[in-house]
């Protein structure tokens, strides 16, 4: 294996891989390339230097036209803010809350979404089975209410509004959202500065208040969770503690048998907790729209995680 940061990997075949069906028609390498442009990646698809990439919702009728397969899929990924509690007006649980209220993610979901996003307010997609199905964790409970956004930061003691540092990748959906998104809060008297970062390092290395955009997500809910917003998370660099009610929920799962029912309910619960502390702000649950090249065979759109090689294949007599 070759790794290049910010430019791609050459991953080699492991001819000792248990799965010899799946081997069998393996390539014997794999090439991944980090390519932030999205429109560049479909243009790569389309001209033969990439067999298989991710595009936008707004390139999906583009890359059919061009004869390309799509597959498109619901993950756990949620496009959200994430935050680095260093700014003393994130730790005050009203000013979170009405970054939730000024978010108007029904006009979002229909105007940048294109039929392949959905309002979300959890840290879940809603077909997911921690997903809290109670009327209050639902979108509807928290329309968009710029007045009642600014209700909330006076409560919190800034009645003149608040500045936060907000890091994101160069995608172009990404930017395109978030620029909305700026606009919105904007009429709250919450203001937004933007950054496009290389890698999320900077995001880790303390550079912003917060960071915008969607994770890879996890099978079990409970380690999504974990390092989201646990003190010791990967992705609470502040090391910001949760509430004591999300403590006590996530002591119970942690001892709770992955095959007990309760722990369903359990996941809900917490789930539910979180909308409520506005501990991440969510915006849009996005399906990832995968483009492939006509001859490509056995791919498996991940729902967690990154894409997995083993088993793609190449058809026999395809060019």
């Known amino acids: 294996m070759k790794y290049t940061p910010n430019a791609g990997a050459d991953l080699i075949r492991n001819d000792q891989y248990w799965d010899k069906d799946a081997l069998a028609c393996s390539p014997k390498q794999v090439r991944l390339l980090d ?7 479909l243009n790569a698809v389309v001209n033969g230097q990439l067999h298989i990439s991710r595009v936008d919702p707004n390139q999906v009728a583009q890359a059919k036209s061009a004869g390309l397969v799509v597959n498109s899929v619901t993950t756990a990924s949620i ?4 935050f680095d509690f260093k700014n003393p007006a994130l730790k005050n649980p009203l000013v979170r809350k009405a970054m939730m209220y000024v978010v108007d993610r029904e006009a979002l979901a ?7 996003a959905v309002p979300d307010v959890q840290m879940f997609p809603p077909d997911f089975y921690a997903y809290n199905p109670a009327p209050e964790y639902q979108p509807a409970a928290y329309k968009y209410d710029p007045a009642k956004a600014k209700q909330l930061l006076t409560q919190a003691g800034f009645p003149n509004g608040v500045k936060f540092k907000v890091l994101l990748y ?3 959906f990404d930017q395109s959202l978030i620029q909305a998104v700026q ?10 500065e933007i950054q496009v970062m290389s890698n999320y390092q900077q995001f880790l290395n303390r550079q912003a208040d917060a960071f915008f955009g969607t994770g890879s997500g996890r099978p079990d809910p409970f380690d999504f969770v974990q390092a989201q917003i646990s003190a010791n998370g990967v992705y609470n660099p502040e090391g910001f503690p949760v509430s004591p009610e999300i403590g006590a929920d996530l002591a119970q799962i942690a001892k709770t048998d992955p ?12 789930s539910g907790l979180i909308t409520d502390d506005a501990r991440l702000v969510p915006v849009l649950a996005l399906k990832f729209n995968w483009v492939l090249n006509k001859c490509v065979v056995n791919f498996h759109p991940p729902r967690f995680g990154a894409l997995q090689p083993a088993g793609l294949g190449w058809k026999a007599g395809c060019k």
């Open 35 to 41: 390519i932030a442009d999205t429109q560049a990646l």
């Open 79 to 82: 496009h959200s803010f994430l």
């Open 110 to 116: 229909k105007g940048l979404g294109l039929g392949l």
């Open 170 to 172: 160069a995608f172009p």
């Open 183 to 192: 606009a919105q809060m904007g009429k709250a008297g919450i203001a937004l």
């Open 259 to 270: 095959t007990d029912p309760s722990r369903q309910k359990l996941l809900q619960h917490v």
